[in-house]
């Protein structure tokens, strides 16, 4: 028997749901559930507003990525922030690029479903 490795943040307990397979990789069922109810709430939604996280999710950023562009050097951010990068980081609040993976995979599903039929 093989053991697969299911990816589940840090700090969160497993779900006690089976896991989801996305390519070839497997991720907790609550985070997966978690980002569905996002895309669902956005999708359901007409007045044009958005979340910050379902924004960041959508524009792909992870918590380094999106401290790169700032275009600030580690010491600036220490004197800024009062953290290191990976202080600020993990203190972003930010999708991971293994909740950005699974983001993609269901929000591409849900397109192609949307999809007409040449």
Request: charged share 30%; proline share 7%; hydrophobic share 35%.
């Amino acid at each position: 028997m093989t053991t697969r490795h299911v990816w589940c943040p840090p700090g969160q307990e497993p779900s006690k749901l089976p896991p989801v397979r996305i390519g070839e990789a497997w991720y907790d069922a609550d985070v997966c559930a978690e980002i569905q109810r996002l895309i669902d709430e956005h999708d359901a939604r007409d007045d044009g507003l958005t979340e910050d996280r379902y924004f960041v999710l959508e524009c792909g950023q992870t918590p380094h990525e999106a401290i790169e562009a700032t275009g600030l050097n580690d010491q600036e951010i220490v004197e800024q922030f009062g953290m290191d990068r990976d202080q600020l980081a993990a203190s972003l609040g930010l999708p991971s690029r293994e909740e950005l993976t699974i983001f993609n995979h269901l929000r591409a599903a849900r397109h192609a479903l949307r999809s007409p039929v040449d």
